[in-house]
T-cell receptor, first 113, second 110 residues
Framework: NAGVTQTPKFQVLKTGQSMTLQCAQD?????MYWYRQDPGMGLRLIYY???????DKGEVPNGYNVSRLNKREFSLRLESAAPSQTSVYFC????????????FGSGTQLSVL | QKEVEQDPGPLSVPEGAIVSLNCTYS??????FMWYRQYSRKGPELLMY????GNKEDGRFTAQVDKSSKYISLFIRDSQPSDSATYLC??????????FGAGTRLFVKA
């Protein structure tokens, strides 16, 4: 009964380093999302994948890339981390368009020094 | 102006109180209205889901949507310390871009 699994849970990077956040869901959902959560800003959409093989930009895509590896997995990559990317990152999935019920992972707390 | 406005609180109430949480929005295209609950250091979890206008009740929780006023509410009856969390309102027009409020932190004191 895992749902949405994110790794790692915590990460500290230096400015300019790269890393990939991993996300996998076992609910056979079609759509997957990456959000970031900052104090006072709520959750903001970075990228989403409506279905396997497609990805689209959200509200704050700059500095990020994504890969929908297969139906289960959706990764988020920071090519050159910046302090402004210090945040908590959440992956989410939803069954299909028209079903707006998002299922979230437990988050990755990222600090960029 | 943000599409969704939510008072961040914090809101502190005694155990057993009725809690009212609210959001306003500006986009008349929103059709789906959700409330998520988020405990500290956890991911949000869906608490209530409403399509279009009206009320929905689930146990101690009641969600209300007033599209004419662009105003949604979540009521918690007989609040418990275990209800202490951040409550996020969220809305969607049916596409892939759900918009979230900033969240209201609620503390229920025993």
């Amino acid at each position: 009964n895992a749902g949405v699994t994110q790794t790692p849970k915590f990460q500290v990077l230096k400015t300019g380093q790269s890393m990939t956040l991993q996300c996998a869901q076992d609910m056979n959902h079609n759509s997957m999302y990456w959000y970031r959560q900052d104090p006072g800003m709520g959750l903001r959409l970075i990228y989403y994948s409506a279905s396997e093989g497609t990805t689209d930009k959200g509200e704050v895509p700059n500095g990020y890339n994504v890969s929908r590896l297969n139906k289960r997995e959706f990764s988020l990559r920071l090519e050159s981390a910046a302090p402004s990317q210090t945040s908590v990152y959440f992956c989410a999935s939803v069954n299909t368009r028209g079903d707006e019920k998002l299922f979230f992972g437990s988050g990755t707390q990222l600090s960029v020094l | 102006q943000k599409e969704v406005e939510q008072d961040p609180g914090p809101l502190s109430v005694p155990e057993g109180a009725i809690v009212s949480l609210n959001c306003t929005y500006s986009n008349s295209a929103f059709q789906y209205f959700m409330w998520y609950r988020q405990y500290s250091r956890k991911g949000p979890e869906l608490l209530m889901y409403t399509y279009s206008s009206g009320n929905k009740e689930d146990g101690r929780f009641t969600a209300q949507v007033d599209k004419s006023s662009k105003y949604i509410s979540l009521f918690i009856r007989d609040s418990q310390p275990s209800d202490s969390a951040t409550y996020l309102c969220a809305m969607s027009g049916g596409g892939f871009k759900t918009i979230f409020g900033a969240g209201t932190r609620l503390f229920v004191k025993a």
